[in-house]
Each structure stands twice: as C-alpha cells, then as structure tokens.
C-alpha cells in the first residue's frame, strides 16, 4: 500500500475473503465477521514474528552473552524457560499473549504493556499531528488538482505529490531541521519539549502523556506554546509523507466522480463547475479516503518510527531502536506484536466506520 | 493513435519493448514525465556502473598522498562537497552508494519476483488449502508496516551489521519479504482470471501436464503488469534499504557507501548548520526515487486507455500535441457512456 498505484474505490473489500459468502444480512453480521477476520492476522503475525526471533537463539544470551560468566548464563535461561523446547514456548507466549501478557523487556525489566503503554502515548500524537498535517495539506490540493485537471496546476501537484513520496521521512526532517532550526533558529532542534516543560509535566496529577493536552489541562500556556513549538517540525515532516498520498487519492476519485451521470445532469443544468467540484464530487470521493487512511496506518507507523529517531521523539519507535541496539529482543517482538494489534484493531474500526457511512460496503 | 494498433499488424520488435512503446504511445506532459523519469533513471544507472571511475577517493578512504582528510570541511576544490565527520569525501560516498543501491534492487527484486511469481501460480492454479494458507498469510504481511517487518528480517539474517555481500543479501531478504505478497497478489489474481480462458482448457484437454501450463501457458501472460511493479518496487526498494541503514540495520560504512547510514551520521550535524554531509546523499536518494517513480507513474497512466493522453485522431501521425491530452479525457470518457 505504500507504492503509488491508486487504491480502486473498493480495493479494501478485496481484502475481505468472505464477502461474497455471505448473503444479505445487516450491519451486525459485518461488523462481527469483520471482527473475527483480525484475528488469523494478529496470529499469523505473532507466530512468524516468535520463530524468527528464535532462529537466531534465545533472547538472554542475544542481550547479555559475553557479559555474564556461562554458569550464570545458563542459570538465567534455564529461570526464563529459554532451554524448553521451542514449540513449548510459543503455546506458552501465544497464551500470555492472548492474555495481554507481553512479556518483560530483559535490559530494564519492564512489563511490555506498561512500556508500550508509556511510550505509545507520544507515538499517538505525533501520528494525530501528521494525519492532522496530511489532511489539512493533502485534501484540498486534491480538490485543486481534479478542478484543473491536466492544466499546470494539476502538473505541479501531481509532481508535488511524487516528491513527497520520494522523499525519505528522515531527509525531509534533515531539511526541516537545518532550514527552520538550523538557519532561521525558528523552532527547537529536537524532542518533544524543553526540559522545564518535561519536568512541569511529569509533575502532574493525572498525565495523559499527549503533552498538549496535559498543558491545556494545568492552564500553563507557555508550557502548551513549547510543545506545540516542538511538534511543527515532526509533524510536518510525517505529514506530508502522507499528504501526497491523499492528495493523489482525492484527485482520482473527485474526477472519478465528476464523470458520473448525476455530475453530468448538474452540468447540463448549468451548475458551475466550481460547484460541481466542492458540491456534488467532493462528498462521494471522500468515502475511499476513509478506507485508505486505514491502509495508510501502516505506513505512518513505519514512517513513525523514522521521524521519531530524526527528531528525538522519545515515543514507541525511538524505543524500539533503543532495545534493538541493546539486543533486548523481547522488547522489541513485545513492540512489533503490539503494533501487529494495533494496526488490525485500527483497519477493524475503518472498515466498520466505512460501512457506517457508505451501504454498499456492507453485504 | 497507432493505427496498426487497430489493424493488428504486427510492429518491429523494438516498438514493441515495454518503455519504447510507451515512450511512442505518450504525448505532452505524459511523454515529459517519462523522458524524466528515464534521464534521472539512466544517470543513476551510469554513476551505479562508473562508480570506480567517477568517485575520486574510495568509500572508506581517509586519508591520501597529502595527509588525512580533514573532517567536517565545507565544500573545497580538493573535496568538492565536503568531508564528513568521520573524515570521508562525501562526494565518493554518494558515487558509491549508487552501485551499492543497485545491487540491493536487483538482488531484492529478482528474489521477489521469483518467489512471488512461483507462489502465486501455484497459489492461483491449484487453489484450495494452498491458496487460502497463503493468501491469508500474505494479507497478514500486507498490513503489516514494511520496515518494521524488514528491521526483524535484518536482526535474523546478519544480527545487525556485516560485511559487504552480507549485509547486501541482509538488505535485500528484508525488502523482499516485505514484496513478496505484492507480487503474489498480482500474479494469482492473473492466473484465477487466465485458468478459465479457453487456451488454458484446449491445452488440459490435449493432456498438458499443469507444470507446462503454468510455466508457457499461463506465466506470460500473467507477468505482463510486472515492468510496472518493478519500477514501482524499485523506488521501494531504495527507501527500504536508505530507512534500514537510518536506523544502523545496513551495511557496515568500512563495507560499503550507504546513503541511509550516511543520513544518520548527518542528522546530528544538521543541528549545528552543516548542511553538505545530508543534503548530497539525501539528493541522491530522492532524485534515484523520483526518476524510477517517474518511469512507474508513466508507464502505469500509458497502460490505462482511459488515463493515457491521445494524438489528435484525424492528425493520424501529427506530432505530440499539448493540448490534445485535455481534450482526450472527456472524450474518452464519453465514449465509457
């Protein structure tokens, strides 16, 4: 989904094996049979994530071999369970797992959920940023681009488009940062806010840990204009990784829609053109945006994790580089397993808030 | 447009290879975004197999007749985009991380194409266990963030870093793990559609075996889409690997030129003003990009009868005229109705 070719207006239904099986039935039997398809995608992904971490030995001797004395190695692995045999092990974490057990991360002993939980809270609003980011930039140019189709406008946004996809989350940062920290000294170089305003927040009753609001909250404005100060950068870095997906998807589907019969009855009664765009084409061609910005988590998560390594976000992608570079790779399957719900669980509610808005998706 | 198109007549080989086709069917801006795409492709081609030529100094060099390199120098004569902070010539790095890109496409793309084309004619000719197994497994994938996915595949195969092929095959398993599916996807749905053809039933009724089937029946014609896959993945391919070495997953600096790796070591100049060790590989990256999506996009509109921009009918063979792809759409379109 991260290449450029244009999602279809029904592409999400191709990945619903059962829809032409069943018949008839109403928005409940969707949603429940939606519900259940997460599921053998959670376990695939969790299963194939578990052998390939252990093809390469186990977790202890990946973090802290050399650095422990064999008999003590050997003690720690034997105390984990590392030295049953593998098939034992994975029942056993397909079980915690499916009991919201994670594990614990071997460099710092954490529960992984707590640590997902802490870290994820930054992740979500950098990604509500950019997604904030990618519409407010990518749906009107797409609009822009269908109402002059094929004229210079519409060649530089599709351009614009293409080099926002060509251009690596990390560069685009890169630029950012020299051109508007660097240079101009406009925004701050990296993190998520000034260390006062880390501590201010840190001390608060009952953190949300989405800095803005937390700030909102307590009513410390120069705390709020600090990390929105520090938000601009990475969002807008991530976001326009985005915008040139949604911009090229609203310019399909507007002209898409502005070929349809009804369109072409407005025009023949003589509604202009610029009507026909914002009035008539501009509502039914949003409906497979809804499906794509599920499709496009994914790759807002990958850019995520990007972003928060060029800017020192210190949220789930950042960590993950961190445990990765200390080997502590029962972090880091707890990490990807959770980001696998994660990302099923966010495709689950699109398709249902698809069905919602548009009746043809349900059968 | 051609009109031995029309008639069936069949043309010289050469106006039948995909990109030359394509470049004769487009006209306007269609045929000034494939021209594009194609220079920026074949000056990323060029510098790929002229590395060793172009490049003044070697990719881990740090030192010549004069002395070692100094570090962190702004552009000069002697090293004419500057020197990073480890002291090498960045100018040789971006030359030779063209050929390192290279190897790590082709190498990821042949291995997807092979393994994707296999599954999805097995998957798509036998159906039943098989295609579902595997059909569910690649949706899984699909859905599931590239990079991440390509990070665990690196862990596996090399623990992080190695040497020059190592981390090449590394790199290049990580990105086709991530391709597979898309190329499963495509060639399955090919052989559902081409296994009901009458071609397909006249050669099981004279006793074909499935193997020669699928391998001359059903395999050219199903691979017909994939020079656009190709250049699509391609782009693909150079961001997986640039994102991969970012995080320190690639190749080892003394093993090879990076650009990813060399973004990495540049971020924390950029703090400082230090543009020149980011922005060449950087540029690098995106114009590599740009030019193989370029080729992809063009080829992908020229494909479609209904996005392809058209010659004026009556001119026949008139020359490329602007203003006839705006005009063609409605048209075309009206024709649809």
């Not at chain 2, 197994?133 to 870093?161: C, E, K, N, R, W």
Request: contains cysteine.
């Amino acid at each position: 989904m991260t290449t450029l070719t244009e999602a279809p207006l029904n592409d999400a239904d191709g990945l619903l094996p059962s829809k032409k099986k069943s018949t008839g039935g109403g928005l409940g039997t969707y949603i429940l049979i939606r519900f259940f398809l997460i599921i053998p995608t959670i376990f695939i992904l969790v299963t194939l994530v578990f052998f390939l971490m252990r093809v390469i030995g186990d977790p202890i001797t990946a973090a802290q071999g050399g650095r422990l004395p064999p008999e003590a190695l050997a003690q720690r692995i034997h105390e984990a369970g590392y030295d049953r045999p593998i098939l034992v092990q994975y029942f056993e974490y397909v079980g915690q797992v499916a009991t919201g057990n994670f594990g614990t991360t071997i460099t710092d002993r954490r529960p992984v959920v707590e640590m997902v939980l802490t870290f994820g809270t930054a992740t979500l609003e950098l990604a509500i940023n950019a997604l904030i980011v990618a519409l407010l930039v990518g749906i009107p140019l797409g609009l822009i681009a269908a109402y002059r189709r094929d004229k210079a406008p519409d060649a530089v946004l599709r351009f614009f488009a293409i080099l926002c996809y060509a251009t690596p989350v990390f560069f685009a940062g890169l630029l950012m940062k020299l051109t508007f920290s660097a240079w101009l000294g406009w925004l701050p170089v990296a993190g998520r806010a000034s260390t006062r305003t880390e501590l201010a927040m840190g001390s608060l009753a009952a953190p949300s840990g989405i800095y803005w609001l937390d700030a909102l909250r307590s009513g410390n404005m120069a705390a709020y204009g600090d990390v929105v100060s520090h938000s601009i950068l990475p969002a807008a870095t991530l976001g326009l990784l985005t915008a040139g997906v949604f911009l090229r998807l609203v310019r399909t589907n507007v002209i898409g829609t502005l070929g349809k019969d009804y369109v072409e009855a407005g025009r023949s009664r003589g509604v202009s053109n610029y009507r026909l765009v914002t009035k008539h084409a501009y509502k039914p061609a949003l409906i497979p945006i809804i499906t794509v910005m599920g499709l496009q988590i994914a790759l807002l998560l990958g850019g995520a994790v990007l972003t928060e390594s060029t800017f020192e976000w210190k949220g789930l992608g950042y960590q993950l580089v961190q445990y990765l570079n200390s080997r502590d790779f029962v972090a880091v399957q707890g990490i990807v397993v959770m980001l696998a719900v994660i990302v099923g669980v966010t495709n689950f509610i699109v398709d249902v808030v698809a069905a919602l808005i548009d009746p043809r998706v349900r059968y | 447009m051609n009109a031995s198109a029309v008639s069936g007549r069949k043309q010289p080989l050469m106006y039948r290879l995909p990109v030359i086709s394509h470049f004769r069917s487009s006209v306007g801006l269609q045929r000034g975004m494939l021209v594009t795409g194609l220079v920026l492709t074949l000056g990323f081609l060029l510098t790929a197999a002229f590395a060793p030529i172009i490049a003044p100094y070697g990719f881990a060099q740090l030192s010549d007749a004069a002395g070692p390199f100094p570090a962190q120098q702004p552009p000069s004569p002697a090293h004419i985009w500057g020197t990073t902070v480890g002291g090498y010539d960045v100018f040789s790095r971006v030359i030779w991380g063209a050929q390192t890109a290279f190897v790590v496409i082709v190498v990821a793309v042949a291995m997807s194409i092979f393994l994707g084309v296999v599954l999805g004619l097995l998957s798509g000719y036998f159906g039943g266990w098989l295609d579902r197994t595997l059909v569910v497994i690649a949706d899984a994938i699909y859905a599931f963030p590239s990079l991440l996915l390509a990070i665990v595949m690196s862990i596996v195969i090399s623990h992080g870093q190695s040497s020059f092929w190592g981390g090449i095959v590394a790199c290049s398993v990580a990105i086709s793990v991530v391709f597979v599916p898309q190329y499963f996807r495509v060639i399955r749905a090919e052989t559902i559609r081409l296994k009901a053809e009458p071609y397909v039933e006249s050669a099981k009724v004279v006793g074909a075996s499935s193997a020669r089937i699928m391998g001359r029946h059903i395999f050219k014609n199903a691979t017909r889409t994939l020079p656009l896959i190709f250049t699509l993945n391609a782009s693909e391919a150079i961001l997986t690997l640039a994102g991969l070495g970012f995080l320190g997953f690639g190749i080892e600096p003394t093993s090879a030129a990076e650009w990813g790796f060399d973004l990495n070591k540049a971020i924390a100049d950029a703090s400082s003003g230090i543009w020149w060790t980011g922005v060449y590989p950087g540029m690098a990256i995106v114009l590599t990009v740009l030019g193989l999506t370029l080729v992809g996009e063009s080829i992908n509109d020229l494909n479609d009868p209904r996005l392809r921009g058209r010659k004026k009918a009556a001119a026949g063979k008139g020359g490329p005229d602007s203003t006839a792809g705006a005009q063609a759409a409605p048209e075309a379109e009206a024709r649809v109705l």
